[in-house]
């Protein structure tokens, strides 16, 4: 049964960068389905098998910031947009548990980062299309049908770190190829979206690859450079120069002040935050509490403003003891993974600046896998005999049977 779910968890993951593609009629996205599923075997596979491991301080975090979000319903300014989201923070909560539960080695959390990257492949391919095909998300933007411009730049960035992490331990040729060529595809279709953020969190990801690659080697480091390099020359003409032309006018926008159009927002919310600090306006609640201050319906754009709007200051700190307790998880893992959070951290701070990601599937699952790595990490110096073999099987190590 274990082995079941964490399957089921594996399907999960891989819907993620493309869920809003393929919609269920009366239940919604593919991945809410696959995710119902799952919760379903998990709770089945714990019932047979009551034991289950103690919460981490990244879970714990989760936990508490889900019901103190749920206490925020009795004064919130919007009990539908307050239940719907904590509706899905809840859903969002029992992902974090199940990767904690039944994604204990690391050949487990090595799989699901796997399905996560074959996942944004699905994605990249389809903004590919959707670009050839003249479908455009917004202005010149194109994106995956039925997704967020931003928010799937900021997907197929996180995929890039995750695939050139994989391709030093997976096994086989079609794995490493596959992780590979990944961050070249990324390279097409991020610029693809627009997305300003993505843009400069994919400087981040980047990075990663060139600095770990000097880890190894300088030799190697400096041919990967000229490698991406190249890379870029060869692969610019293939995006549209409108994609190019909105990303490059970054600067223009930071030193005009609007900030593409968030300043006004982020003053609004800031002005929401400074009536209600303590309790917050309700979770789910940011855009009706900024209608009197603008005249619109309007997401944070910034995760933390909007958390902190929401919830107020417990709400805040909860999320900065998140990013805490995930910083020093990371720092006791091994530096393969101890580079990988380091930069994912970064990447995800940089993206969640510039839009509302606090209830993203993507967001939870990335804290959630730093959570298990970490307990790996932590149960591995305690007894190295348990840890997995640190590689991708075609079958997960053990398969986490009951």
């Not at 096994?171 to 390279?187: D, H, K, V």
Request: glycine letters at 8%; one cysteine or more.
């Amino acid at each position: 049964m274990r082995k079941l779910t964490f399957w089921a968890l594996c399907a999960l993951c891989f819907t993620i960068p493309w869920e809003n593609v393929l919609m269920i009629a009366g239940i919604g996205t593919i991945s809410r389905t696959i995710g119902l599923c799952a919760i379903v075997l998990a709770c089945l596979t714990v019932c047979s098998r009551p034991a289950v491991r103690p919460p981490s301080p990244i879970v714990l975090c989760f936990a508490a910031f889900v019901l103190w979000s749920a206490a925020t319903v009795l004064w919130t300014i919007s009990i539908p947009l307050s239940l719907e989201l904590l509706i899905t923070y809840v859903q969002l909560a029992t992902l974090v548990w199940m990767i904690w539960e039944f994604a204990r080695e690391r050949s487990q959390q090595h799989a699901l980062m796997q399905m996560y990257v074959l996942g944004c492949y699905v994605a990249a391919v389809q903004t590919v299309l959707a670009y050839e095909s003249g479908q455009q998300a917004s202005y010149l933007r194109y994106a995956a049908p039925g997704t967020d411009s931003n928010e799937l730049g900021l997907i197929l960035t996180i995929g890039t770190l995750l695939a050139w992490y994989l391709a030093g331990v997976t096994r086989g040729r079609l794995g490493r190829a596959i992780n590979y060529a990944y961050p070249l595809m990324a390279f097409i279709a991020i610029p693809l979206t627009g997305s300003r953020g993505a843009a400069a969190a994919a400087v981040v990801a980047y990075g990663y690859i060139v600095f770990t690659s000097v880890r190894r080697r300088r030799s190697i480091g400096i041919a990967v450079l000229m490698a991406l390099t190249a890379a870029a020359f060869a692969l610019m003409p293939l995006v549209p120069s409108s994609s190019i032309e909105r990303i490059a006018s970054t600067m223009n926008a930071s030193s005009r002040g609007d900030w593409s159009g968030r300043l006004p927002i982020w003053q609004a919310g800031a002005t929401v935050f400074c009536e209600h600090p303590l309790l917050g306006v309700g979770v789910g609640a940011f855009r009706e509490s900024i209608v009197r201050k603008i005249g619109i319906r309007i997401a944070a754009h910034n995760t933390f403003l909007s958390v902190a709007v929401d919830g107020g200051l417990p709400s805040a700190t909860l999320w900065l003891l998140l990013l805490v307790a995930s910083a020093r998880s990371a720092l006791r893992m091994d530096a393969p993974q101890r580079q990988l959070w380091a930069f994912l951290m970064v990447t995800w701070v940089i993206g969640a600046s510039t839009i509302s990601w606090d209830y993203s599937k993507s967001t939870w699952l990335l804290f959630a896998l730093i959570a298990a790595q970490a307990g790996d990490s932590d149960e591995t110096e305690a007894d190295p005999a348990i840890r997995g073999s640190g590689t991708i099987e075609v079958v997960p190590a053990r398969g986490g049977a009951a």
